[in-house]
Protein backbone atom coordinates (compact mmCIF):
# COMPACT_ATOMS: atom_id res chain seq x y z
CA UNK A 1 0.00 0.00 0.00
CA UNK A 2 2.97 2.10 1.09
CA UNK A 3 4.59 1.26 -2.33
CA UNK A 4 2.08 2.26 -4.42
CA UNK A 5 1.12 5.10 -2.84
CA UNK A 6 4.86 6.21 -3.16
CA UNK A 7 4.91 6.12 -6.99
CA UNK A 8 1.47 7.77 -7.42
CA UNK A 9 3.07 10.85 -5.93
CA UNK A 10 6.57 10.54 -7.75
CA UNK A 11 6.76 13.84 -9.35
CA UNK A 12 8.13 13.48 -13.10
CA UNK A 13 9.80 16.08 -15.50
CA UNK A 14 9.58 16.77 -19.17
CA UNK A 15 10.75 13.82 -20.92
CA UNK A 16 13.09 14.78 -23.91
CA UNK A 17 12.26 12.71 -27.21
CA UNK A 18 15.32 10.59 -26.99
CA UNK A 19 13.55 9.40 -23.91
CA UNK A 20 10.23 9.01 -25.79
CA UNK A 21 12.23 7.16 -28.64
CA UNK A 22 14.16 4.30 -26.39
CA UNK A 23 10.75 3.83 -24.53
CA UNK A 24 8.63 3.30 -27.44
CA UNK A 25 11.54 0.62 -28.48
CA UNK A 26 11.51 -0.79 -25.38
CA UNK A 27 15.23 0.39 -24.66
CA UNK A 28 16.04 0.93 -21.06
CA UNK A 29 18.46 3.58 -20.70
CA UNK A 30 19.28 1.74 -17.12
CA UNK A 31 20.01 -1.45 -18.97
CA UNK A 32 22.12 0.10 -20.83
CA UNK A 33 24.16 1.89 -18.06
CA UNK A 34 24.30 -1.37 -16.22
CA UNK A 35 26.08 -3.09 -19.28
CA UNK A 36 28.46 -0.47 -19.44
CA UNK A 37 29.57 -0.34 -16.22
CA UNK A 38 29.65 -4.50 -16.62
CA UNK A 39 32.19 -4.39 -19.62
CA UNK A 40 34.32 -1.93 -18.23
CA UNK A 41 34.63 -3.92 -15.28
CA UNK A 42 35.69 -7.07 -17.37
CA UNK A 43 38.56 -5.16 -19.90
CA UNK A 44 39.61 -3.43 -16.67
CA UNK A 45 40.13 -7.23 -14.63
CA UNK A 46 41.19 -8.39 -17.80
CA UNK A 47 44.48 -5.42 -18.22
CA UNK A 48 45.10 -6.52 -14.25
CA UNK A 49 45.42 -9.80 -15.38
CA UNK A 50 47.73 -9.07 -18.59
CA UNK A 51 49.73 -6.89 -16.38
CA UNK A 52 50.22 -9.33 -13.46
CA UNK A 53 51.37 -12.00 -15.80
CA UNK A 54 54.30 -9.41 -17.80
CA UNK A 55 54.65 -7.64 -14.40
CA UNK A 56 53.62 -3.84 -15.35
CA UNK A 57 50.53 -1.81 -15.06
CA UNK A 58 49.80 -0.30 -18.34
CA UNK A 59 47.45 3.22 -16.73
CA UNK A 60 47.65 4.78 -20.27
CA UNK A 61 46.16 1.78 -21.89
CA UNK A 62 43.47 1.50 -19.13
CA UNK A 63 42.56 5.55 -19.49
CA UNK A 64 43.04 5.71 -23.16
CA UNK A 65 39.42 4.05 -24.43
CA UNK A 66 37.65 6.25 -22.47
CA UNK A 67 37.91 9.65 -24.29
CA UNK A 68 37.43 7.55 -27.67
CA UNK A 69 34.19 6.13 -26.14
CA UNK A 70 32.99 9.77 -24.98
CA UNK A 71 34.05 11.05 -28.58
CA UNK A 72 31.82 8.41 -30.04
CA UNK A 73 28.73 9.09 -27.84
CA UNK A 74 29.05 13.41 -28.60
CA UNK A 75 29.40 12.63 -32.01
CA UNK A 76 26.20 10.41 -31.71
CA UNK A 77 24.07 12.77 -30.32
CA UNK A 78 24.79 15.40 -32.89
CA UNK A 79 24.42 13.18 -35.34
CA UNK A 80 21.01 12.14 -33.66
CA UNK A 81 20.29 15.72 -33.09
CA UNK A 82 20.60 16.55 -36.87
CA UNK A 83 18.02 13.28 -38.03
CA UNK A 84 15.91 14.70 -35.61
CA UNK A 85 15.71 18.40 -36.98
CA UNK A 86 15.01 17.72 -40.12
CA UNK A 87 12.41 15.19 -39.41
CA UNK A 88 10.80 17.85 -37.90
CA UNK A 89 11.48 19.54 -41.01
CA UNK A 90 9.83 17.03 -42.94
CA UNK A 91 6.82 16.45 -40.77
CA UNK A 92 5.93 20.16 -40.57
CA UNK A 93 6.16 20.44 -44.27
CA UNK A 94 3.84 17.10 -44.75
CA UNK A 95 1.50 18.39 -42.13
CA UNK A 96 0.80 22.18 -43.97
CA UNK A 97 0.83 20.37 -47.14
CA UNK A 98 -1.63 18.14 -45.88
CA UNK A 99 -4.01 20.54 -44.24
CA UNK A 100 -4.58 22.17 -47.38
CA UNK A 101 -6.58 18.92 -49.37
CA UNK A 102 -10.26 18.07 -47.79
CA UNK A 103 -10.43 14.83 -49.02
CA UNK A 104 -10.44 11.61 -45.86
CA UNK A 105 -6.70 10.25 -46.75
CA UNK A 106 -5.28 13.89 -45.89
CA UNK A 107 -7.27 14.32 -43.05
CA UNK A 108 -6.11 10.93 -41.59
CA UNK A 109 -2.28 11.50 -42.85
CA UNK A 110 -1.95 15.12 -41.26
CA UNK A 111 -3.43 13.27 -37.92
CA UNK A 112 -0.46 11.00 -38.12
CA UNK A 113 1.64 14.03 -38.81
CA UNK A 114 0.17 15.50 -35.83
CA UNK A 115 0.84 12.75 -33.87
CA UNK A 116 4.49 12.11 -35.30
CA UNK A 117 5.10 15.82 -34.46
CA UNK A 118 4.06 15.74 -30.92
CA UNK A 119 6.24 12.62 -30.20
CA UNK A 120 9.26 14.94 -31.54
CA UNK A 121 8.01 18.19 -29.94
CA UNK A 122 9.25 19.82 -26.66
CA UNK A 123 6.76 19.18 -23.98
CA UNK A 124 5.07 22.62 -22.57
CA UNK A 125 6.22 23.43 -18.75
CA UNK A 126 4.04 22.32 -16.06
CA UNK A 127 2.36 24.77 -13.82
CA UNK A 128 4.86 25.94 -11.20
CA UNK A 129 8.32 25.36 -12.90
CA UNK A 130 10.16 28.39 -14.17
CA UNK A 131 9.88 29.53 -18.11
CA UNK A 132 11.27 32.75 -20.24
CA UNK A 133 8.73 34.36 -22.07
CA UNK A 134 8.60 34.18 -25.83
CA UNK A 135 8.07 37.85 -26.15
CA UNK A 136 10.32 39.51 -23.43
CA UNK A 137 12.62 36.73 -22.56
CA UNK A 138 11.25 37.25 -19.26
CA UNK A 139 11.93 34.66 -16.61
CA UNK A 140 8.21 34.13 -15.13
CA UNK A 141 6.52 31.13 -13.02
CA UNK A 142 4.11 29.01 -15.48
CA UNK A 143 0.53 28.79 -14.01
CA UNK A 144 -2.75 26.66 -15.47
CA UNK A 145 -3.51 30.08 -16.85
CA UNK A 146 -0.52 30.70 -18.92
CA UNK A 147 -1.06 31.94 -22.35
CA UNK A 148 0.61 30.82 -25.36
CA UNK A 149 2.49 33.01 -27.90
CA UNK A 150 2.56 33.05 -31.97
CA UNK A 151 5.35 30.18 -32.05
CA UNK A 152 4.24 28.29 -29.41
CA UNK A 153 5.93 29.48 -26.50
CA UNK A 154 4.76 30.65 -23.24
CA UNK A 155 3.87 34.10 -22.44
CA UNK A 156 4.30 36.06 -18.69
CA UNK A 157 1.35 37.80 -17.50
CA UNK A 158 1.73 41.11 -18.86
CA UNK A 159 2.65 39.94 -22.44
CA UNK A 160 -0.26 37.81 -22.34
CA UNK A 161 -2.84 40.64 -21.60
CA UNK A 162 -1.01 42.88 -24.06
CA UNK A 163 -2.03 39.78 -26.75
CA UNK A 164 -5.79 39.69 -25.68
CA UNK A 165 -6.05 43.31 -25.95
CA UNK A 166 -4.73 43.31 -29.26
CA UNK A 167 -6.68 40.20 -30.08
CA UNK A 168 -9.87 42.49 -28.94
CA UNK A 169 -8.67 45.31 -31.43
CA UNK A 170 -8.45 43.04 -34.13
CA UNK A 171 -12.05 41.38 -33.66
CA UNK A 172 -13.27 44.66 -33.40
CA UNK A 173 -11.42 45.79 -36.92
CA UNK A 174 -12.68 42.45 -38.62
CA UNK A 175 -16.55 43.27 -37.13
CA UNK A 176 -16.42 46.53 -38.54
CA UNK A 177 -14.70 45.72 -42.01
CA UNK A 178 -17.42 42.65 -42.35
CA UNK A 179 -20.18 44.45 -41.08
CA UNK A 180 -23.64 42.89 -43.15
CA UNK A 181 -26.73 44.74 -44.60
CA UNK A 182 -28.40 44.94 -40.93
CA UNK A 183 -25.51 46.80 -39.44
CA UNK A 184 -25.20 48.87 -42.43
CA UNK A 185 -29.11 49.28 -42.30
CA UNK A 186 -29.61 50.06 -38.66
CA UNK A 187 -27.09 52.93 -38.72
CA UNK A 188 -28.80 54.16 -41.62
CA UNK A 189 -31.87 54.36 -39.56
CA UNK A 190 -29.83 55.85 -36.69
CA UNK A 191 -28.82 58.98 -38.95
CA UNK A 192 -31.93 59.49 -40.02
CA UNK A 193 -33.55 59.57 -36.54
CA UNK A 194 -31.22 62.48 -36.62
CA UNK A 195 -32.42 63.95 -39.79
CA UNK A 196 -28.99 63.40 -40.99
CA UNK A 197 -29.10 62.03 -44.74
CA UNK A 198 -25.99 61.45 -46.30
CA UNK A 199 -25.53 62.01 -50.57
CA UNK A 200 -22.23 60.94 -51.08
CA UNK A 201 -18.97 60.07 -48.87
CA UNK A 202 -18.55 61.70 -45.41
CA UNK A 203 -16.69 64.93 -45.48
CA UNK A 204 -12.91 64.99 -44.42
CA UNK A 205 -13.51 67.40 -41.39
CA UNK A 206 -16.32 65.05 -40.10
CA UNK A 207 -14.29 62.30 -40.84
CA UNK A 208 -11.47 63.75 -38.63
CA UNK A 209 -13.93 64.82 -36.08
CA UNK A 210 -14.79 60.84 -35.35
CA UNK A 211 -11.54 60.05 -35.70
CA UNK A 212 -10.34 61.94 -32.69
CA UNK A 213 -13.42 60.63 -30.81
CA UNK A 214 -12.70 57.24 -31.39
CA UNK A 215 -9.40 57.84 -29.92
CA UNK A 216 -10.28 60.41 -27.34
CA UNK A 217 -8.04 58.55 -24.48
CA UNK A 218 -4.72 58.90 -26.69
CA UNK A 219 -5.66 62.86 -27.23
CA UNK A 220 -3.41 65.79 -24.99
CA UNK A 221 -5.09 68.55 -26.19
CA UNK A 222 -7.47 69.82 -29.25
CA UNK A 223 -4.95 72.38 -30.02
CA UNK A 224 -6.53 75.23 -32.27
CA UNK A 225 -9.62 73.30 -33.54
CA UNK A 226 -13.11 75.91 -34.19
CA UNK A 227 -15.11 75.88 -31.43
CA UNK A 228 -17.73 74.46 -33.54
CA UNK A 229 -15.47 71.36 -34.23
CA UNK A 230 -15.48 71.59 -30.80
CA UNK A 231 -19.03 71.42 -30.07
CA UNK A 232 -19.32 68.80 -32.49
CA UNK A 233 -16.83 66.60 -30.40
CA UNK A 234 -19.10 67.28 -27.23
CA UNK A 235 -21.63 65.98 -29.05
CA UNK A 236 -20.05 62.62 -30.44
CA UNK A 237 -18.28 61.79 -26.74
CA UNK A 238 -21.86 62.54 -24.22
CA UNK A 239 -23.35 60.34 -26.41
CA UNK A 240 -20.42 57.66 -25.57
CA UNK A 241 -20.30 58.55 -21.96
CA UNK A 242 -16.88 59.21 -21.86
CA UNK A 243 -16.54 62.85 -20.46
CA UNK A 244 -14.77 62.24 -17.24
CA UNK A 245 -11.83 63.92 -15.23
CA UNK A 246 -9.43 63.01 -17.63
CA UNK A 247 -11.27 64.06 -20.85
CA UNK A 248 -12.94 67.01 -19.41
CA UNK A 249 -9.68 69.47 -19.70
CA UNK A 250 -9.27 69.05 -23.42
CA UNK A 251 -12.46 71.09 -23.76
CA UNK A 252 -11.20 74.41 -20.79
CA UNK A 253 -9.25 77.33 -22.57
CA UNK A 254 -8.33 80.15 -20.39
CA UNK A 255 -9.68 82.67 -23.14
CA UNK A 256 -12.79 80.13 -23.78
CA UNK A 257 -16.26 82.15 -22.95
CA UNK A 258 -18.65 79.39 -24.00
CA UNK A 259 -19.01 76.03 -22.59
CA UNK A 260 -21.16 73.21 -23.28
CA UNK A 261 -21.31 69.99 -22.53
CA UNK A 262 -23.94 67.58 -22.82
CA UNK A 263 -23.67 65.03 -20.37
CA UNK A 264 -22.21 65.60 -16.92
CA UNK A 265 -22.92 62.42 -15.64
CA UNK A 266 -18.83 61.29 -15.26
CA UNK A 267 -18.04 64.36 -13.19
CA UNK A 268 -18.05 65.44 -9.54
CA UNK A 269 -17.96 68.33 -7.52
CA UNK A 270 -13.95 68.99 -8.01
CA UNK A 271 -14.55 69.06 -11.65
CA UNK A 272 -17.30 71.69 -12.16
CA UNK A 273 -14.91 73.89 -9.43
CA UNK A 274 -12.20 72.81 -12.31
CA UNK A 275 -13.87 74.27 -14.75
CA UNK A 276 -13.94 78.05 -13.72
CA UNK A 277 -10.34 77.87 -12.65
CA UNK A 278 -9.10 76.98 -15.87
CA UNK A 279 -11.57 79.21 -17.44
CA UNK A 280 -12.74 82.68 -15.45
CA UNK A 281 -13.98 84.33 -18.30
CA UNK A 282 -16.89 82.21 -18.99
CA UNK A 283 -20.16 83.80 -20.06
CA UNK A 284 -22.44 80.90 -21.72
CA UNK A 285 -22.54 77.55 -19.44
CA UNK A 286 -24.68 74.20 -20.38
CA UNK A 287 -24.03 71.90 -18.52
CA UNK A 288 -26.39 68.84 -18.91
CA UNK A 289 -27.35 65.86 -16.35
CA UNK A 290 -25.34 67.69 -13.84
CA UNK A 291 -25.85 65.67 -10.79
CA UNK A 292 -22.84 66.23 -8.44
CA UNK A 293 -23.71 70.80 -9.38
CA UNK A 294 -23.65 71.08 -5.43
CA UNK A 295 -23.55 74.18 -3.23
CA UNK A 296 -19.75 74.57 -3.14
CA UNK A 297 -19.86 75.13 -6.82
CA UNK A 298 -22.36 78.06 -6.82
CA UNK A 299 -19.90 79.44 -4.01
CA UNK A 300 -17.16 79.22 -6.29
CA UNK A 301 -18.83 81.14 -8.48
CA UNK A 302 -19.79 84.10 -6.19
CA UNK A 303 -16.63 84.23 -4.81
CA UNK A 304 -14.58 84.39 -8.05
CA UNK A 305 -17.25 86.49 -9.20
CA UNK A 306 -17.46 84.73 -12.55
CA UNK A 307 -19.22 86.95 -15.03
CA UNK A 308 -22.19 84.21 -16.51
CA UNK A 309 -24.48 85.89 -18.43
CA UNK A 310 -26.01 82.19 -20.41
CA UNK A 311 -27.20 79.68 -17.72
CA UNK A 312 -28.11 76.02 -19.08
CA UNK A 313 -28.23 73.33 -16.01
CA UNK A 314 -29.82 70.02 -15.94
CA UNK A 315 -30.77 68.17 -13.16
CA UNK A 316 -28.71 70.36 -10.69
CA UNK A 317 -31.06 68.84 -7.53
CA UNK A 318 -28.04 69.03 -5.56
CA UNK A 319 -28.43 73.23 -5.02
CA UNK A 320 -30.50 74.15 -2.01
CA UNK A 321 -32.51 76.64 -2.40
CA UNK A 322 -30.54 78.97 -0.08
CA UNK A 323 -28.09 78.57 -2.16
CA UNK A 324 -29.96 79.93 -5.00
CA UNK A 325 -31.23 82.58 -3.64
CA UNK A 326 -27.59 83.68 -2.62
CA UNK A 327 -26.60 83.33 -5.96
CA UNK A 328 -29.67 85.56 -7.52
CA UNK A 329 -29.02 88.11 -4.76
CA UNK A 330 -25.15 88.15 -5.67
CA UNK A 331 -24.98 87.09 -9.72
CA UNK A 332 -28.62 88.04 -10.88
CA UNK A 333 -27.90 91.46 -12.41
CA UNK A 334 -25.84 90.06 -15.04
CA UNK A 335 -28.23 86.79 -16.21
CA UNK A 336 -29.67 87.43 -19.35
CA UNK A 337 -30.77 83.70 -19.83
CA UNK A 338 -31.79 80.97 -17.77
CA UNK A 339 -32.53 77.53 -18.49
CA UNK A 340 -33.36 75.04 -15.75
CA UNK A 341 -34.43 71.32 -15.70
CA UNK A 342 -35.52 68.64 -14.21
CA UNK A 343 -35.33 70.55 -10.57
CA UNK A 344 -37.72 67.78 -8.49
CA UNK A 345 -36.32 68.85 -4.91
CA UNK A 346 -35.29 72.51 -5.03
CA UNK A 347 -36.54 75.85 -7.20
CA UNK A 348 -39.90 76.44 -5.11
CA UNK A 349 -42.20 79.41 -5.53
CA UNK A 350 -40.48 81.47 -2.85
CA UNK A 351 -36.90 80.62 -4.39
CA UNK A 352 -38.54 81.96 -7.63
CA UNK A 353 -39.62 85.02 -6.51
CA UNK A 354 -36.26 85.77 -5.47
CA UNK A 355 -35.19 84.70 -8.77
CA UNK A 356 -37.93 87.52 -10.87
CA UNK A 357 -37.05 90.44 -7.92
CA UNK A 358 -33.04 89.71 -8.61
CA UNK A 359 -32.98 89.11 -12.65
CA UNK A 360 -34.47 92.38 -14.08
CA UNK A 361 -32.29 91.91 -17.63
CA UNK A 362 -33.49 88.54 -18.35
CA UNK A 363 -34.75 87.71 -21.80
CA UNK A 364 -34.88 84.03 -21.88
CA UNK A 365 -36.66 81.97 -18.88
CA UNK A 366 -36.93 78.45 -19.63
CA UNK A 367 -38.11 76.30 -16.65
CA UNK A 368 -39.20 73.20 -17.66
CA UNK A 369 -40.07 70.11 -15.12
CA UNK A 370 -39.94 71.97 -12.15
CA UNK A 371 -42.23 70.14 -9.26
CA UNK A 372 -42.47 72.60 -6.75
CA UNK A 373 -43.81 75.86 -9.10
CA UNK A 374 -47.45 76.17 -9.38
CA UNK A 375 -49.79 79.73 -9.98
CA UNK A 376 -47.76 81.91 -7.53
CA UNK A 377 -44.80 81.50 -10.11
CA UNK A 378 -46.93 82.16 -13.24
CA UNK A 379 -47.96 85.45 -11.21
CA UNK A 380 -44.56 86.48 -10.37
CA UNK A 381 -43.28 86.30 -14.32
CA UNK A 382 -45.79 88.87 -15.16
CA UNK A 383 -43.15 91.49 -13.38
CA UNK A 384 -39.66 90.52 -16.38
CA UNK A 385 -41.20 92.91 -19.36
CA UNK A 386 -37.89 92.93 -20.99
CA UNK A 387 -38.67 88.58 -21.31
CA UNK A 388 -38.61 87.63 -24.92
CA UNK A 389 -38.71 84.21 -24.57
CA UNK A 390 -40.39 81.62 -22.15
CA UNK A 391 -40.63 78.15 -22.23
CA UNK A 392 -42.26 76.68 -19.32
CA UNK A 393 -43.17 72.92 -18.20
CA UNK A 394 -45.04 72.53 -14.34
CA UNK A 395 -45.91 69.91 -12.99
CA UNK A 396 -48.48 71.44 -10.12
CA UNK A 397 -51.89 71.99 -11.35
CA UNK A 398 -52.04 76.15 -12.48
CA UNK A 399 -55.10 77.58 -13.49
CA UNK A 400 -56.55 78.50 -16.76
CA UNK A 401 -56.61 82.21 -15.56
CA UNK A 402 -53.03 82.43 -14.42
CA UNK A 403 -51.67 81.91 -17.81
CA UNK A 404 -53.97 84.56 -18.95
CA UNK A 405 -52.83 86.93 -17.12
CA UNK A 406 -49.46 85.90 -17.42
CA UNK A 407 -49.77 85.79 -21.48
CA UNK A 408 -51.58 89.52 -21.52
CA UNK A 409 -48.98 91.29 -19.46
CA UNK A 410 -46.08 90.41 -21.16
CA UNK A 411 -47.33 88.59 -24.56
CA UNK A 412 -46.23 91.54 -26.31
CA UNK A 413 -42.82 91.27 -26.13
CA UNK A 414 -42.62 87.37 -26.60
CA UNK A 415 -40.84 86.23 -29.70
CA UNK A 416 -40.61 82.49 -28.24
CA UNK A 417 -43.66 80.80 -26.39
CA UNK A 418 -43.64 77.53 -24.91
CA UNK A 419 -46.42 75.86 -22.58
CA UNK A 420 -46.16 72.11 -22.21
CA UNK A 421 -48.36 70.14 -20.09
CA UNK A 422 -51.09 72.61 -18.52
CA UNK A 423 -53.80 70.02 -18.76
CA UNK A 424 -56.35 73.03 -17.21
CA UNK A 425 -55.67 75.82 -20.53
CA UNK A 426 -58.61 76.13 -22.25
CA UNK A 427 -59.61 78.32 -25.29
CA UNK A 428 -59.16 81.74 -23.41
CA UNK A 429 -55.36 80.77 -23.29
CA UNK A 430 -55.47 81.14 -27.05
CA UNK A 431 -57.55 84.05 -27.04
CA UNK A 432 -55.15 85.75 -24.90
CA UNK A 433 -52.18 84.92 -27.43
CA UNK A 434 -54.21 85.55 -30.41
CA UNK A 435 -55.28 89.13 -28.51
CA UNK A 436 -51.87 89.89 -26.57
CA UNK A 437 -48.88 88.45 -28.64
CA UNK A 438 -47.70 89.79 -32.28
CA UNK A 439 -44.28 89.32 -32.41
CA UNK A 440 -43.75 85.36 -32.04
CA UNK A 441 -41.68 83.72 -34.21
CA UNK A 442 -42.02 80.23 -32.09
CA UNK A 443 -45.64 78.95 -30.22
CA UNK A 444 -45.38 75.59 -28.61
CA UNK A 445 -48.83 74.31 -27.17
CA UNK A 446 -48.94 70.52 -25.90
CA UNK A 447 -50.64 68.03 -24.59
CA UNK A 448 -53.81 69.51 -23.82
CA UNK A 449 -57.93 68.27 -24.22
CA UNK A 450 -59.83 71.42 -23.58
CA UNK A 451 -58.80 73.64 -26.21
CA UNK A 452 -61.52 72.52 -28.94
CA UNK A 453 -60.62 72.96 -32.77
CA UNK A 454 -62.73 76.32 -32.89
CA UNK A 455 -60.21 77.75 -30.33
CA UNK A 456 -57.27 77.21 -32.49
CA UNK A 457 -58.86 78.35 -35.72
CA UNK A 458 -60.07 81.70 -33.91
CA UNK A 459 -56.48 81.76 -32.86
CA UNK A 460 -55.08 81.89 -36.55
CA UNK A 461 -58.17 83.89 -37.73
CA UNK A 462 -57.54 87.79 -38.04
CA UNK A 463 -53.83 87.19 -36.21
CA UNK A 464 -52.00 90.69 -36.30
CA UNK A 465 -48.91 87.74 -36.15
CA UNK A 466 -46.86 87.47 -38.30
CA UNK A 467 -46.59 84.21 -39.95
CA UNK A 468 -44.67 81.26 -37.66
CA UNK A 469 -41.66 79.62 -38.05
CA UNK A 470 -42.00 77.08 -35.49
CA UNK A 471 -45.73 75.45 -34.34
CA UNK A 472 -46.26 72.65 -31.93
CA UNK A 473 -49.29 71.51 -30.99
CA UNK A 474 -48.22 67.47 -29.88
CA UNK A 475 -51.20 66.05 -28.21
CA UNK A 476 -54.02 68.28 -28.87
CA UNK A 477 -56.61 65.77 -28.42
CA UNK A 478 -59.40 64.44 -26.50
CA UNK A 479 -58.30 61.44 -24.56
CA UNK A 480 -61.59 60.01 -23.49
CA UNK A 481 -61.99 56.10 -23.03
CA UNK A 482 -65.53 56.12 -22.74
CA UNK A 483 -65.99 58.00 -26.28
CA UNK A 484 -62.73 57.12 -28.67
CA UNK A 485 -64.21 58.44 -31.35
CA UNK A 486 -64.29 61.69 -29.73
CA UNK A 487 -67.41 64.35 -29.32
CA UNK A 488 -69.28 66.35 -32.21
CA UNK A 489 -66.83 69.00 -32.02
CA UNK A 490 -63.63 68.26 -32.33
CA UNK A 491 -61.26 68.83 -29.14
CA UNK A 492 -57.72 70.04 -29.91
CA UNK A 493 -56.54 71.10 -33.99
CA UNK A 494 -59.08 69.26 -35.81
CA UNK A 495 -59.07 70.20 -39.89
CA UNK A 496 -60.48 73.56 -39.61
CA UNK A 497 -57.75 74.72 -36.63
CA UNK A 498 -54.97 72.87 -39.40
CA UNK A 499 -55.73 74.51 -42.27
CA UNK A 500 -56.42 78.34 -40.82
CA UNK A 501 -52.76 77.13 -39.31
CA UNK A 502 -51.61 77.03 -42.86
CA UNK A 503 -52.97 79.26 -44.27
CA UNK A 504 -51.75 81.84 -41.92
CA UNK A 505 -48.17 80.38 -41.26
CA UNK A 506 -47.76 78.09 -44.18
CA UNK A 507 -45.38 80.60 -46.11
CA UNK A 508 -42.94 81.13 -43.69
CA UNK A 509 -43.50 77.52 -41.55
CA UNK A 510 -40.08 76.12 -41.28
CA UNK A 511 -41.07 72.98 -38.55
CA UNK A 512 -44.34 71.57 -38.37
CA UNK A 513 -45.35 69.29 -35.19
CA UNK A 514 -48.71 67.91 -35.15
CA UNK A 515 -48.29 63.83 -33.51
CA UNK A 516 -51.13 62.46 -31.82
CA UNK A 517 -53.52 65.18 -33.41
CA UNK A 518 -55.97 62.58 -34.31
CA UNK A 519 -59.17 64.73 -35.04
CA UNK A 520 -57.09 65.84 -38.12
CA UNK A 521 -59.38 64.20 -40.99
CA UNK A 522 -58.30 63.33 -44.32
CA UNK A 523 -59.60 66.16 -45.94
CA UNK A 524 -57.99 68.55 -43.97
CA UNK A 525 -54.69 66.71 -44.96
CA UNK A 526 -55.99 66.29 -48.60
CA UNK A 527 -57.14 70.29 -48.89
CA UNK A 528 -52.90 71.45 -47.26
CA UNK A 529 -51.20 68.74 -48.98
CA UNK A 530 -52.81 68.81 -52.31
CA UNK A 531 -49.69 69.10 -54.52
CA UNK A 532 -50.61 72.37 -55.53
CA UNK A 533 -50.10 74.53 -52.44
CA UNK A 534 -47.24 75.32 -51.88
CA UNK A 535 -45.08 75.96 -48.55
CA UNK A 536 -41.37 76.62 -49.81
CA UNK A 537 -39.49 76.58 -46.31
CA UNK A 538 -41.01 73.88 -44.46
CA UNK A 539 -38.02 71.06 -43.52
CA UNK A 540 -39.11 69.36 -40.99
CA UNK A 541 -42.82 67.72 -40.31
CA UNK A 542 -43.92 65.28 -37.87
CA UNK A 543 -46.98 63.92 -38.50
CA UNK A 544 -46.92 60.75 -36.46
CA UNK A 545 -50.37 58.69 -35.73
CA UNK A 546 -52.23 61.50 -37.48
CA UNK A 547 -54.45 57.97 -38.52
CA UNK A 548 -56.30 59.14 -41.40
CA UNK A 549 -52.58 59.76 -43.26
CA UNK A 550 -51.73 57.13 -46.16
CA UNK A 551 -49.51 57.17 -49.34
CA UNK A 552 -50.59 60.04 -51.44
CA UNK A 553 -51.39 62.54 -48.43
CA UNK A 554 -47.21 61.60 -47.98
CA UNK A 555 -46.56 61.75 -51.80
CA UNK A 556 -48.35 64.93 -51.56
CA UNK A 557 -46.13 66.67 -48.60
CA UNK A 558 -43.55 65.65 -50.64
CA UNK A 559 -44.73 67.17 -54.20
CA UNK A 560 -45.85 70.89 -52.04
CA UNK A 561 -43.20 70.86 -49.31
CA UNK A 562 -40.20 71.34 -51.64
CA UNK A 563 -37.34 71.97 -49.20
CA UNK A 564 -39.02 69.28 -46.66
CA UNK A 565 -35.60 66.77 -45.43
CA UNK A 566 -37.00 64.41 -42.31
CA UNK A 567 -40.98 63.62 -42.27
CA UNK A 568 -41.80 61.29 -39.36
CA UNK A 569 -44.75 59.12 -40.09
CA UNK A 570 -45.29 56.64 -37.12
CA UNK A 571 -48.74 54.55 -36.79
CA UNK A 572 -49.13 56.10 -40.24
CA UNK A 573 -50.26 52.10 -41.65
CA UNK A 574 -52.04 53.09 -44.78
CA UNK A 575 -48.80 54.69 -45.94
CA UNK A 576 -47.38 51.88 -48.31
CA UNK A 577 -44.57 51.60 -51.14
CA UNK A 578 -44.36 54.99 -51.26
CA UNK A 579 -41.71 56.89 -53.54
CA UNK A 580 -39.30 58.85 -51.01
CA UNK A 581 -36.77 62.07 -52.95
CA UNK A 582 -33.36 61.90 -52.72
CA UNK A 583 -32.01 63.86 -49.68
CA UNK A 584 -35.52 63.28 -47.28
CA UNK A 585 -35.27 61.06 -44.31
CA UNK A 586 -38.75 59.45 -44.07
CA UNK A 587 -38.96 58.18 -40.32
CA UNK A 588 -41.93 55.20 -38.88
CA UNK A 589 -42.76 54.00 -42.46
CA UNK A 590 -41.35 50.33 -42.35
CA UNK A 591 -42.36 48.96 -45.92
CA UNK A 592 -40.81 52.23 -47.14
CA UNK A 593 -37.43 51.30 -46.38
CA UNK A 594 -36.77 49.48 -49.63
CA UNK A 595 -38.29 51.82 -51.58
CA UNK A 596 -36.44 54.00 -54.61
CA UNK A 597 -34.60 56.76 -53.32
CA UNK A 598 -34.57 58.76 -57.11
CA UNK A 599 -33.93 62.60 -57.49
CA UNK A 600 -36.46 65.74 -56.81
CA UNK A 601 -39.32 63.87 -58.56
CA UNK A 602 -43.08 62.54 -57.81
CA UNK A 603 -45.48 60.45 -59.00
CA UNK A 604 -47.80 63.15 -59.89
CA UNK A 605 -50.55 60.09 -61.19
CA UNK A 606 -50.81 58.36 -57.71
CA UNK A 607 -51.55 61.93 -56.46
CA UNK A 608 -53.78 63.31 -58.44
CA UNK A 609 -55.56 59.91 -57.82
CA UNK A 610 -55.59 59.73 -54.78
CA UNK A 611 -56.85 63.29 -54.33
CA UNK A 612 -59.08 62.09 -57.02
CA UNK A 613 -58.45 64.47 -59.44
CA UNK A 614 -58.19 62.42 -62.66
Request: neutral net charge.
Amino acid sequence: MSGRRTSNNRIRGPQSALTDFLAANNISAAQISADYERRRREAQEQAEQEAAANGTIPEEEVQDPLPDEREETVLQKKKRKRAEDKAREKIKDSKNSKKQKKNKKGDHDADDSDAAFDMYSKSKPLPGQLENCEKCEKRFTVTPYSKTGPEAGLLCVKCSKEQETQKKKDAKVSAKKQAGPREKRRQTESSKMDGIILDGAVSLQDLCIRTIANNIHDVEEFGDLPQKSIKALGHILSRKRVITSRTLPLFLRPDSETLEITDCGGLEVEDYIKIFSFSPRIHSLTLRNAGQFKDEVLDYIIERDIPIVHLKLYAANLVSDDKWIEFFNKCGHRLESLQLRELDYSMDDDTFMHLVRNCPNLKRLKMKKCWRLSDPALGAIQELRDLEHLSLQLKLPTSAQSLVDMVTAIGSNLRTLSLEDFHDADNSVLKAVNTCCSRLQKLRFTDNDLCTDTGFTELFTDWSNPPLAFVDFTSSRSIDYNNPDGTEEAVGLGNAGFEALMAHSGSQLETLMIPSCRHIEREGLENVFDGKKEYPLLKTADISFVKRTDTPIIAGIFKSCPQITKLTAFGCFSVSDVTVPKGVALIGIPNAQDSIVQERGYDFDMISAGFGLM
